[in-house]
């Protein structure tokens, strides 16, 4: 078995990235990663001030995407966590999908992204591993004291709304509708 950071390094240096902020990004991280062994948050919420964090975004094969209105952050997001120590980070997408939305998925990572957090936890910045997993809008999503709600989304409705969002959830959805071909 891999040492988390080499296992992360690895994940990181394979995704594509969809633009310049990704890239940027990827550079970024790759560069803290071979400067620490040590990339998990070990005193919430801000200790160490970079630290990496899992989504999980589940998609149905007509592009929907389930997400959830995050409490602290006060936005719509993708259901995920920080990676506990020693965890790879495609166990914590698994894990919170299984805590979160009470379903087993497989994950793929295709997104990178490193955000200063804002709201109730600013100030620290989430590296941000962002993984896709098959949905099913047939899902019962169990309540959460994490969400106050949780809802599939179609590419229309995702177009069509404020800024409710991750700051970088719409140059997500590019990248997946660019990998995936997914109607719109």
């Known amino acids: ?7 992360v390094h690895d994940i990181v240096a394979a995704i594509t990235p969809l633009d310049d902020l990704e ?8 560069r803290w990663l071979e400067s620490t062994d040590d990339v998990f948050r070990r005193v919430k919420p801000a200790t160490p001030p970079r630290h990496l964090v ?5 998609i149905t094969a007509e592009g929907d995407i389930l997400l959830v209105d995050h409490v602290k952050a006060g936005l ?10 020693g965890e ?8 919170e999908a299984h805590e979160e939305l009470g379903v087993t998925v497989d994950v793929r990572p295709v997104f990178l992204t490193a955000t200063l957090t804002r709201s109730i936890d600013a100030g620290h910045t989430d590296v941000s591993i962002w993984y896709v997993a098959p949905g099913d809008r047939a899902w019962t999503v169990p309540a959460s004291e994490e969400f106050h709600a949780a809802r599939w989304w179609t590419p ?3 177009a069509d709304a404020g800024e409710i969002f991750d700051p970088h959830f719409r140059r997500f959805v590019r990248k997946l509708s ?4 997914f109607p719109r």
């Open 1 to 7: 078995m891999l040492p988390p950071v080499t296992a």
């Open 54 to 58: 899992s989504y999980v975004v589940p």
């Open 178 to 181: 660019s990998l995936c071909r």
């Open 156 to 158: 229309g409705e995702i």
């Open 76 to 85: 719509w997001l993708p259901p995920g966590g920080h990676v506990d120590p």
């Open 23 to 30: 890239a940027t990004h990827r550079q970024e991280t790759l």
């Open 88 to 95: 790879h980070p495609a166990d914590t997408a698994r894990r």
